[in-house]
């Protein structure tokens, strides 16, 4: 049974870091891609970075770009999302998610595997 468990989230000043980790587990098929998503009150859910279980692959979104980075850990399975330069309109609750496959889709629904969520809070 595939299992996602994210961590890491919690309460930062503007212009700090924060690292969130999201360990894998069950997943049967060679290839899957591994997404942050980020969802803040009234918005809709939002992929902010993508990387192949390989790490062949990685993605993010414009609005990281330059300050988030995106790793993965192949041995322990886990995906790390580091978060520099924090933002006000950072804040919001991140989840992991993943698919059987590669990192094309953008899309909430394209994924069919989804973590609890962590709440990241970005506020002086």
């Known amino acids: 049974q595939e299992q996602l468990v994210e961590s890491g989230g919690g309460l930062v000043q503007p212009g700090g870091s924060l690292r969130l980790s999201c360990t894998t587990s069950?997943?049967?098929?060679?290839?899957?891609?591994i997404a942050w998503f980020r969802q803040a009150p009234g918005k809709e859910r939002e992929r902010v970075s993508c990387i192949l279980n390989s790490g062949s692959q990685s993605t993010l979104s414009d609005s990281v770009k330059g300050r988030f980075t995106v790793s993965i850990d192949k041995a322990e399975s886990t995906v790390y999302l580091q978060m520099d330069s924090l933002k006000s309109e950072d804040t919001a609750t991140y989840y992991c998610a993943a698919l059987y496959g590669y990192c094309s889709g953008w899309g909430a629904e394209d994924y069919n595997y989804w973590g609890q969520g962590t709440q990241v809070t970005v506020s002086s």
């Open positions: 069950g997943f049967t098929l060679s290839a899957y891609a």
